[in-house]
C-alpha cells in the first residue's frame, strides 16, 4: 500500500479510521525486549524487526520493498542501520531486535549508502511525476524525498543503446527491447512495466496475503521483472483481489479508477456489502465521488485484504438501471408510472390496509433482506409486527441458512457460528463441507489457505473438487467427492469410524455434554449400517478414503469445520447440521482457538437479518413469539399487542397467496423471483398477491410481479451496521447522499407511517440508525451492550455483547454450551424424495462463482461479468459423451418442474453422474429447474438436489422465450405527463 | 398449499422424529408443528385429518390428538 494517509471526514460517529501508518513489517508476539534506537529506548515483542521497532519508536527508516502486510525481504537495501558492536550495515527489515541492541538510522554513511540506492533506483524510472496516477501516493517519491536525492548522476551516453526499461524508443527511433507496454487487459487496474521497481512486493502479496500464486519474478538483474505466466493479466491465474495493487508502493499496478479520477481526498471506513465475510473497507472519495475501495488494515474480519468483488465491484452503485424515482401502478400489465414518495407511500398503504381489511390481518407480509442493515431488517419485522399486527415475516435466509438456525440452535442452543476468522490461523485439521469458500467466501479462503501452506490439513466434503484442494504448497488433503444428498451418510460414518475406533474426546464429552443423548448417540451410531463400507455404495465416497478422513480429523490436534450451502440446502440441512455439531463435540473441537463449528454465510448479513427476528417465529435475538415474556416486553417497547402465532414462511406465503389467503408484500431487497426454487411455482405466487411492492436498486425479476417500486440506496449512501459470519457487528457508514433521496430504513418508516395514518395509530420517528440499535440493544439481551460509540471505539464486536461480555464474544461455548449441556441428537439418513431414474437420470447441484454475487443484480452491472457473462453447465465428459454434446454446445436442462437451456462446459470437476450450474443470470432461470422439495425442519429449499436430463439443444427454451417477453413488458416505464 | 405438500411436510417432520430415541416422538411432531407451522396451516391439517388423513405417516396423525 502506497502509504497515502488522507484525512478522514468526521461524520456524526466519525470516520472509524485509526493509525495506518506502514511499520514495515508484520507485528510479532515474543517477549519483550528492550533496545535503543536513536538514543530513544523502546520495548519491543521479540520477534520484531528493527525496522518496526524503530517505526513504534516515531522513526521511519526509508524502505521500499518492506510493507507491514508481507514478510520482509531484504532487497532494496534502502533500510540500512548501523548497529553498535556489529559490522556493515544490515537491513533493518530484516533484522531481528536484541535485548541491548543499540542502532542508529542516520549517520553519514547511511546516507550516502540510502542517495546511492535511490540514485540507482530513479535511473531507471521515468520523470513523468506530475502526471503519473500515483503522484502524492508513491512511495518512491516519497523515499526520494526522505533521502535528500537531488541529483541522477546515471545516464546511458546518447549514443549507445538504450540501457531502461521506461522508454520505448531512443533518439533515433529504434525500439527498447527493455521495454513493455502496458497491461490493461484487467478491468480495474494496469500494470505499467516502466515504473516497476523490482520490489517484489506484488509477488508476495499475491502469494502470502491471497494465496493465488500468479505473479512471479522472471529474469535476473537488470532484466528481471514481473511475470504472469500467461499473455497478460486476464489470460492468467489472477483473480482480481487487488492485493498486488494494495503492495504496490509505484503507480506500476495502479486503479484505474485513480487513474480516470485522480486521488482521493477523503476516506471512510465501510463495510463491504457482498458476502458474509464482511471486509471493512476505506470508501476514498473526492466529493461524493467514489474513487476507490481500499481494503482496511484494521479491519478484523479482513486484515488488510479483499476479494475483486468488494474491493471492485462497486460500479453498480452508480449504474444507469438504477431506479430512483418511485413507481406505482394497478396491475403488472400496465407500464410503471412515475410518482412522488407521498403518493407511492398513499398508494400502498391504502392498498396493505384494505387488504387487512378485506381477507384479515394475517393477509399480509414482508420479506426482509440480508442485504439491508440490521437497523433497516429490524425496522421490517417490526413492520410487519407492530404495524401489521402479525408474524409474516421471512427473509432470504430461509434459502440459505435457516437450518443452520435449527441445527445449531438444538445442539449448542445458539443460532451462530463459533468462531472468530482469526481462529483458523491455530487449526491444525479443517473440514470444508459443502462450502466453496475461495468462490463464495474468498478472503476467508485466503486466511484459510495460508493456515494449509503452514501445513494444516485439509478434508474436503463435496460433490465437486473444488479449488481448494488445488491451494498451492498445501499438505495433506483428501476429498471426499460425495453424491448429492448425502451428507448425513457421510458425516455419520465420519462419526461412526471415531466412536468405534475409540477416537473421541470422552474428557469432553464427560464434562460438557448431555450424558444421556450421548448414550444413545453412542448406540446408535456404533451401528455397522453406519460403517463408510456399508455406505460406500451409497455416497460414492470410498469407505478407506472416509477412514482417513475420520482418524485425521480426530487425532489431527484442533478439529475446526467450516460448512455452507451445500450442507444447508437439502431435505435434510437441518439434520446434517446436527451431525456436523454432534461430530465436533465428540472430538471434543468446541470452545477454543482453532476449533468450532462454522457456517459460511451467504450474503452480507445473512447472520444479521436472523439476528434481528426475521423469521415468522421469533423476535429479535431467536425468542419463539409465543413465550410470554419476549412478547409481553416487545408489546411494552412498541406499545402495541402482538400475534402469539408464527407466520408464514416465504414458500407458505407463496402457497396461501396461490390459495387466496395471503394477497399483500413488502419484499425489500431481495430477488425471490429469481433467488428461490421453483419459478414457476413463485412467479403463480406473486402473480396471484393484488400488492406487491419491491424496495430495491433495480427493476428484478420480482417487480416484474409488483404494483409499487420503491426505489433502495446502496450501501454507500446510508448508516447502519451489518453482521458477518463471525457474528461481527461492524459498522457501515453513509459516504454520500441516497441517490434515490432516502435510506432503505427512513423508507420503511415511511410506508410504517403510511399505514399508521390510515390505521389511525401513532408515528415512528427514528431520526439516526443509531437510534435503532438502540432499541435493539434495549430489547435483545445479545445486543445489549452494542451502540454506535462502543463501535467507534472498538471498531467492531462479536455478539454476545453484553454486561458478561462488554466489549465482545470472540469464541462462543469457552466455559459451557449456551444451552448448558451439549446435546447429541440422532441423525437418520433419509434420502430424499428427489430421486434420479430413467427420465431425470442426472443430479443437478448449484453453486455460485467468485467474479459473481447470487442473483447478481450488483455484480452483473460492473465489469465483474467479463470474468463470468453466462451461467455454464458442467457436466462429466462421460455424460457428455454419451448424450452427443461438446464443450460450449447449448444443452436442455429438465427436471420434473420445467426447463432451461445453457451451454455445456464438460469438465471432470464433476462427478458422472452430477452436473452443476451457477444462478447468477436471470435468463439462465436455473431455479426453473429446482424443485419445491425442502428441509425438513425449516423449509430451506433443497437446491442442492434436482433430477435432472440433459439433452442437445438449439438455444433458449420456451418458458425463457415467454418469461422474456414478459419481462420487457413489465418494465416499461410510461413516460412523464 | 396442496394436500400433497402438507403431507410431504408432515411426514417429513415425522420422519426425522421416528428415529429420535425416547417415547415422546409425537410429541416432538406436534411440537415442531406448533413452532413453526402458521395457524392457516394447521388449520388445512386439522382439516385433511377430519377428512381422514389419508398418507400421513400414523406418527402424524398421532401427533395431531396433542396439537
Ligand atoms: S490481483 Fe490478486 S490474484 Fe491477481 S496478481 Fe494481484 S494479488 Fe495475485
Ligand atoms: S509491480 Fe509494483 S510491487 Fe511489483 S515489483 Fe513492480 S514496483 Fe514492486
Ligand atoms: S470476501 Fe466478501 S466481504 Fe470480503 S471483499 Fe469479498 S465479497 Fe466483500
Ligand atoms: S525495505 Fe529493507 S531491504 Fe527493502
Redesign the pocket.
Known amino acids: 500500500m502506497k502509504d497515502f494517509i488522507i484525512p478522514g471526514q468526521a461524520g456524526a460517529w466519525g470516520n472509524g479510521i485509526q493509525d495506518e501508518t506502514d511499520r514495515g513489517t508484520p507485528a510479532a508476539t515474543g517477549a519483550p525486549v528492550t533496545l535503543t534506537i536513536d538514543g530513544m529506548e523502546i520495548t519491543v515483542p521479540a520477534g520484531t524487526s528493527v525496522m518496526r521497532a524503530a517505526s513504534e519508536a516515531g522513526i521511519q527508516v526509508p524502505k521500499l520493498c518492506a510493507t507491514d502486510s508481507l514478510e520482509a525481504f531484504g532487497s532494496c537495501r534502502l533500510c540500512a542501520v548501523e548497529i553498535d558492536g556489529r559490522r556493515g550495515t544490515p537491513a533493518s527489515c530484516t533484522t531481528p531486535v536484541h535485548a541491548g541492541m543499540k542502532v542508529h538510522t542516520q549517520t553519514a554513511k547511511l546516507r550516502k549508502l540510502r542517495k546511492g540506492v535511490m540514485e540507482l533506483y530513479i535511473s531507471d524510472h521515468p520523470l513523468d511525476c506530475l502526471t503519473c496516477a500515483a503522484n502524492n501516493d508513491c512511495e518512491l517519491q516519497d523515499m526520494a524525498g526522505a533521502v535528500g536525492l537531488r541529483d541522477v548522476r546515471y545516464k546511458a551516453p546518447e549514443s549507445a543503446p538504450l540501457a531502461n526499461h521506461f522508454e520505448a524508443r531512443d533518439t533515433s527511433g529504434a525500439a527498447n527491447p527493455e521495454w513493455l507496454p502496458k497491461d490493461d487487459s484487467n478491468p480495474y487496474?494496469t500494470y505499467d512495466a516502466s515504473k516497476c521497481i523490482v520490489c517484489n512486493r506484488?509477488v508476495r502479496?499475491?502469494e502470502e496475503?491471497?494465496g493465488?500464486f500468479?505473479?512471479t519474478i522472471e529474469g535476473r538483474g537488470f532484466d528481471s521483472r514481473v511475470a504472469?505466466g500467461a499473455e497478460n493479466?486476464m489470460a492468467?491465474?489472477?483473480?482480481?483481489?487487488?492485493?498486488?495493487?494494495q503492495a504496490c508502493p509505484t503507480a506500476t499496478?495502479q486503479e484505474k479508477s485513480v487513474i480516470e479520477l485522480g486521488t482521493p481526498d477523503r476516506s471512510v471506513v465501510t463495510t463491504c456489502a457482498y458476502c458474509g465475510v464482511g471486509c471493512s473497507f476505506k470508501a476514498e472519495m473526492q466529493g461524493d465521488q467514489l474513487v476507490r475501495m481500499v481494503p482496511y488494515k484494521h479491519g478484523k474480519a479482513n486484515r488488510g485484504h479483499s476479494c475483486v468483488k468488494g474491493r471492485f465491484a462497486y460500479g453498480y452503485a452508480s449504474h444507469s438501471d438504477r431506479i430512483l424515482n418511485p413507481m406505482i401502478r394497478d396491475s403488472v400489465d400496465q407500464p410503471w408510472k412515475e410518482v412522488s414518495w407521498e403518493e407511492a407511500l398513499g398508494f400502498a398503504a391504502k392498498k396493505l390496509v384494505g387488504l387487512q381489511a378485506k381477507y384479515g390481518q394475517k393477509s399480509i407480509g414482508v420479506i426482509t433482506s440480508s442485504r439491508c442493515t440490521n437497523e433497516e431488517t429490524y425496522l421490517v419485522q417490526k413492520l410487519t409486527r407492530a404495524v401489521f399486527g402479525n408474524n409474516n415475516t421471512d427473509t432470504c435466509a430461509r434459502v440459505c441458512h435457516s437450518p443452520t438456525g435449527y441445527g445449531l440452535g438444538q445442539t449448542f442452543g445458539t443460532s451462530a457460528g463459533t468462531q472468530d476468522f482469526d481462529s483458523v490461523e491455530k487449526s491444525d485439521v479443517i473440514i470444508v463441507i459443502g462450502a466453496n469458500p475461495t468462490d463464495g467466501h474468498p478472503v476467508f479462503a485466503s486466511r484459510l489457505r495460508k493456515r494449509l501452506r503452514q501445513g494444516a490439513k485439509l478434508i474436503v466434503v463435496d460433490p465437486r473438487r473444488i479449488d481448494l484442494l488445488q491451494t498451492p504448497h498445501m499438505g495433506e488433503g483428501h476429498h471426499l467427492p460425495l453424491r448429492p444428498g448425502t451428507n448425513v451418510a457421510v458425516v455419520s460414518a465420519l462419526s461412526h469410524v471415531i466412536v468405534t475406533e475409540g477416537l473421541m474426546d470422552e474428557t469432553f464429552i464427560n464434562a460438557r455434554c448431555d450424558l444421556d443423548a450421548w448414550e444413545d448417540y453412542k448406540a446408535f451410531i456404533s451401528e455397522d449400517r453406519h460403517a463408510p463400507e456399508a455406505t460406500e455404495a451409497l455416497t460414492g465416497v470410498s469407505a478407506e478414503t472416509l477412514r482417513q478422513a475420520a482418524r485425521a480429523f480426530a487425532t489431527g490436534g484442533n478439529g475446526a469445520i467450516y460448512y455452507g450451502l451445500g450442507v444447508t440446502e437439502h431435505s435434510q440441512g437441518s439434520t446434517t447440521v446436527m451431525a456436523i455439531a454432534n461430530l465436533a463435540m465428540m472430538t471434543g473441537n468446541i470452545g477454543r482457538e482453532g476449533v468450532g463449528v462454522n457456517p459460511l454465510r451467504g450474503q452480507n448479513n445473512v447472520q444479521g437479518s436472523c439476528d434481528m427476528g426475521s423469521f415468522p417465529h421469533e423476535f429479535p435475538g431467536y425468542r419463539h413469539v409465543k413465550t410470554d415474556e419476549a412478547r409481553q416486553m416487545f408489546e411494552r417497547v412498541w406499545g402495541v399487542s402482538l400475534d402469539a402465532e408464527p407466520g408464514l414462511r416465504i414458500p407458505n406465503m407463496l402457497d396461501a397467496a396461490v390459495d387466496g389467503t395471503f394477497k399483500g408484500l413488502y419484499c425489500q431487497g431481495e430477488d425471490i423471483l429469481q433467488s428461490d426454487p421453483d419459478t414457476k411455482h413463485v412467479a403463480a405466487g406473486l402473480a396471484a398477491m393484488d400488492c406487491v411492492i419491491v424496495h430495491d436498486l433495480f427493476l428484478n425479476e420480482t417487480a416484474n410481479y409488483a404494483h409499487v417500486f420503491l426505489p433502495g440506496s446502496t450501501f454507500l449512501e446510508k448508516d447502519g451496521t451489518f453482521t458477518n459470519a463471525e457474528r461481527r457487528i461492524n459498522r457501515v457508514r453513509k459516504v454520500m447522499a441516497p441517490k434515490n433521496g432516502y435510506a432503505d430504513w427512513e423508507v420503511t418508516q415511511m410506508l410504517a407511517n403510511a399505514v399508521l395514518k390510515e390505521t389511525g395509530g401513532g408515528r415512528w420517528t427514528y431520526t439516526h440508525p443509531a437510534e435503532i440499535m438502540d432499541e435493539i440493544a434495549a430489547t435483545t439481551p445479545s445486543f445489549a451492550g452494542v451502540d454506535y460509540a462502543l463501535l467507534e471505539a472498538e471498531g467492531s464486536v462479536q455478539w454476545p455483547c453484553n454486561e458478561e461480555h462488554p466489549i465482545g464474544t470472540p469464541l462462543m461455548h469457552v466455559d459451557g454450551f449456551m444451552r448448558g449441556k451439549g446435546r447429541f441428537i440422532v441423525t437418520e439418513y433419509i434420502p430424499t424424495d428427489e430421486k434420479t431414474g430413467p427420465r431425470f437420470p442426472l443430479l443437478l447441484t448449484t453453486g455460485r462463482i467468485l467474479s459473481q454475487y447470487n442473483v447478481g443484480a450488483q455484480t452483473r452491472r460492473t465489469k465483474n461479468s467479463l470474468w463470468h457473462d453466462q451461467d455454464l453447465l458442467e457436466i462429466h465428459p462421460h455424460d457428455a459423451e454419451n448424450r452427443g454434446l461438446k464443450d460450449g454446445d447449448w444443452v436442455r436442462l429438465a427436471s420434473r418442474s420445467g426447463e432451461t437451456s445453457l451451454r455445456a462446459k464438460v469438465t471432470d470437476r464433476v462427478s458422472p453422474g452430477v452436473v452443476y450450474t451457477t444462478f447468477h443470470h436471470p435468463d439462465t432461470q436455473a431455479n426453473v429447474i429446482t424443485t419445491e422439495y425442502s428441509d425438513w425442519a425449516t423449509n430451506c429449499p433443497e437446491y442442492k438436489v434436482t433430477a435432472v436430463q440433459v439433452a442437445a439443444s438449439n438455444g433458449p427454451s420456451e418458458w425463457q422465450q415467454t418469461y422474456s417477453a414478459q419481462a420487457e413488458k413489465s418494465r416499461r416505464i410510461a413516460a412523464a405527463e | 398449499m396442496t394436500n400433497d405438500k402438507m403431507i410431504l411436510m408432515a411426514n417429513q417432520i415425522a420422519a426425522f422424529f421416528n428415529t429420535q430415541p425416547g417415547v415422546d416422538q409425537a410429541r416432538g411432531v406436534a411440537q415442531h408443528i406448533k413452532d413453526f407451522w402458521e395457524p392457516r396451516m394447521i388449520a388445512q391439517l386439522r382439516a385433511y385429518l377430519a377428512e381422514g388423513g389419508q398418507g400421513l405417516d400414523p406418527l402424524v396423525i398421532e401427533a395431531a390428538t396433542v396439537l
Do not use: H, Y
Not at chain 1, 492468467?236 to 495493487?245: N, Y
Open positions: 487496474f506484488c502479496a499475491c496475503v491471497q493465488t500468479a505473479l504472469v493479466f492468467s491465474d489472477c483473480v482480481s483481489c487487488g492485493a498486488c495493487v499496478l
